[in-house]
């Protein structure tokens, strides 16, 4: 069976709202569209580029589709290539063509067709789209969370865990690494279980 994996971009209060572009996603007047620009470095390049690594396919929601799909056919580079040759997964409530080569709208009942979608590919990675990656923390419907967390603070926006989120068991699988401009990268793969619970305060009564 494949594996789902969410990639996000966050800042460090949780919003992950249009960090690419200043007109990305201008929903509930955000104004900090393109927030991401100014902390890209080497180091989070090289490890965005290390983290496709045998993707096979794209799972995205409608508004993370129409952004892709406007810039990636015209641009050039690996990451360009990689995204134009994929299959590309869309979650959308609304029938529409996608004009994107090899791009499939998901039926109805999106839980299922994600995952079938398991059984046709190795690694699916969902890019931005918040809305839908709502409907797979809710589903407990990925395997992999990779979070690239930024030093600000915006107090407003789109969270990562919104209010889709049931309790659950992440694991850390990989060393964090944190880039020059001070973005941090947490890879965590879904555990069993949901959170224990225990009281701090027998063990100090004890001492």
């Known amino acids: 069976m494949g594996l789902i994996h969410i990639d996000l971009f966050t800042t460090l209060d949780g919003v992950a709202q249009a960090p690419g ?10 104004v900090f569209g393109g927030w991401q620009a100014l902390l890209l470095d080497e180091v989070v390049g090289e490890q965005v580029n290390s983290g496709m690594a045998g993707m096979d396919a794209l799972l995205l929601g409608r508004r993370t589709y129409d952004i892709f799909a406007a810039y990636w056919p015209h641009a050039d580079g690996g990451i360009a290539r990689l995204f134009n040759r994929l299959p590309k997964y869309v979650a959308s409530r609304q029938a529409r063509t996608l004009e994107w080569a090899d791009s499939t709208l998901l039926g109805p009942d999106v839980v299922a067709a994600v995952r079938e979608l398991r059984d046709r590919h190795a690694n699916i990675h969902v890019i931005g789209s918040l809305d839908f ?16 967390v930024n030093p600000i603070l915006l107090g407003s926006g789109k969270k990562v865990f919104a209010d889709g989120v049931v309790p659950t ?10 880039s020059p401009k001070g973005a941090v990268m947490q890879r965590y793969a879904l555990a069993d279980g949901i959170p224990g619970v225990g009281d701090m305060s027998a063990g100090s009564r004890e001492d």
């Open 133 to 148: 990656v709502q409907t797979l923390f809710a589903e407990r419907l990925f395997d992999r969370l990779t979070l690239w």
């Open 21 to 30: 572009g200043p007109d990305e996603d201008t929903d509930s007047g955000f």
């Open 169 to 178: 068991n992440l694991r850390l699988i990989e060393p964090v690494v944190t």
